[in-house]
């Protein structure tokens, strides 16, 4: 386990595909489910959320490959990562969010934040090495 207390893998999948807490409720759905069919409509039943936000979700797992969409006039989407790697890193991170959600959670709001600091800090004003003031 690593200092955030996730297997290197979940955390490298999370920082790779998830970005909110939501979209790993999507995912996991799925997941869960894989013979079933969803359509947005049936994920914002199930998870209670918004038809708009489970379908910005579903998209999203979609252009990471890790969900399957007919393109029907009311798309359809299955689980189906396109990679095994993908598919053992979802089974992994499914077992720990069983166990440690709190800690999955804190994962994934964390990342932002490292986002904003990295940001901020590009515009944090250095001294000139001559001693000049800019």
Known sequence: ???AGLP???????TTHID???KLEVLLLLRAHPGREWTASSVSLELRITEPSAAARLTDLTASKLLVSDGGAVSVY???PASSEDAQAVTE???VYGARRVTVISFIFSRPLDKVRGFAEA????KDKDGGNG
């Open 1 to 3: 386990m690593s200092d």
């Open 8 to 14: 290197p893998r979940v955390q490298r999948f999370i």
């Open 20 to 22: 909110s807490l939501e």
């Open 78 to 80: 299955r689980f189906s």
């Open 93 to 95: 991170l499914a077992a």
């Open 123 to 126: 515009f944090v004003l250095k």
